[in-house]
């Protein structure tokens, strides 16, 4: 495998670079074949802890490695909706989609593999059944697919924007008029990798609509539909805004809520989502209440001084 390092990976440990661009192996498992001379940095051998500066000519050649595959985990789910093609979960905030990042078990995966006898396997075996995704601490309604017809059904659903998404969020500040769009692409940032951007023209075509439910001087309690599924998407729409998601340090919420304890989350739900069931085309409408944490919070954060 050949790899050019880009400016933003200067600063990098080779490991970590080779891990970025090849994720279905562990970083473990890259440092030990880089000892093996199985790795070099403009034709010269290199070590996992050599520092990229930009540009290098890196060629890697990975061993022998046993594949990787979720286990059945039992863990308690909500399931919402289900037919013979797909069901409806209400992820619970905290529980990561699948595998990655260090995070082996304890995932939606593992859950979905002890609850389901039959999961897709289009995304892999490290995603089965996994049509889209939501963040980590997001929570609400994230749809399954029981078998690989059902899969790409969805899947054309979700890139022929088919698929209505409706989220529920509260947002710093008054934000007008009382509805609008945001229309920005969105790209990784180049400096901080860890976030999105509106920033980059090359982005990739994104937009959002917001509506207020209530509001008062420090908060708005918002419906937003989302119309493309870009990552952080909604945040860093809002964000671009000066309306940073309540809770969301990553993207220049106030790391206070003043009266309101450290909920260890932001406020993104998942409220509705509407699709074409692939058995028969019939609309299906699958919904989520608001979870009780996030109803205290937004008790606490409006009050009785609301102006919807």
Avoid: C
């Avoid at 050949?2 to 891990?19: A, C, E």
């Avoid at 409806?88 to 859950?111: E, F, R």
């Avoid at 994230?142 to 017809?149: G, M, R």
């Avoid at 509106?198 to 309690?221: E, I, M």
Wanted: glycine letters at 8%; zero cysteines.
């Amino acid at each position: 495998m050949n790899f050019v390092s880009d400016p933003v990976d200067r600063g990098k440990r080779l490991d970590q670079f080779l891990h970025d661009r090849l994720p279905q192996f562990t970083r473990s498992r890259i440092q030990t074949w880089i000892k093996e001379a199985r790795a070099f940095i403009d034709g010269k051998p290199a070590r996992p802890s050599t520092t990229i500066r930009g540009g290098e000519r890196i060629s890697f050649e990975p061993g022998t490695a046993p594949l990787l595959k979720a286990e059945p985990e039992d863990i308690p789910l909500r399931i919402l909706y289900e037919d013979g093609d797909v069901a409806a979960i209400d992820k619970p905030a905290g529980m990561v989609v699948h595998a990655g990042a260090g995070i082996h078990s304890g995932t939606l995966v593992n859950a979905l593999l002890h609850h389901f006898a039959s999961l897709s396997n289009t995304a892999g075996d490290l995603r089965p059944g996994i049509v889209h995704r939501l963040d980590r601490f997001t929570s609400g309604v994230l749809l399954i697919a029981k078998h690989d017809a059902a899969h790409q059904a969805l899947a054309v659903q979700f890139a022929t924007r088919q698929v209505e998404k409706v989220y529920l969020t509260l947002v710093h500040g008054r934000i007008t008029p009382d509805r609008g769009r945001i229309d920005k692409p969105i790209a990784r940032d180049p400096v901080h990798r860890a976030r999105m951007t509106t920033r980059v023209p090359t982005g990739r075509k994104a937009w959002s609509d917001w509506r207020v439910l209530a509001q008062n001087d420090r908060f708005s309690f918002l419906e937003v539909r989302i119309g493309t599924g870009r990552t952080h998407q909604i945040r860093v729409h809002l964000a671009s805004l000066g309306h940073p998601v309540a809770g969301d340090r990553l993207y220049g919420a106030k790391p206070k809520l003043e009266v309101l304890p450290d909920p260890g989350r932001f406020f993104l739900h998942s409220y509705r989502t509407s699709f074409a069931r692939p058995s028969d085309g019939e609309r299906v409408t699958v919904t989520s209440d608001l979870p009780g944490d996030l109803i205290q919070w937004k008790a606490i954060a409006l009050g009785d001084n609301v102006d919807k």
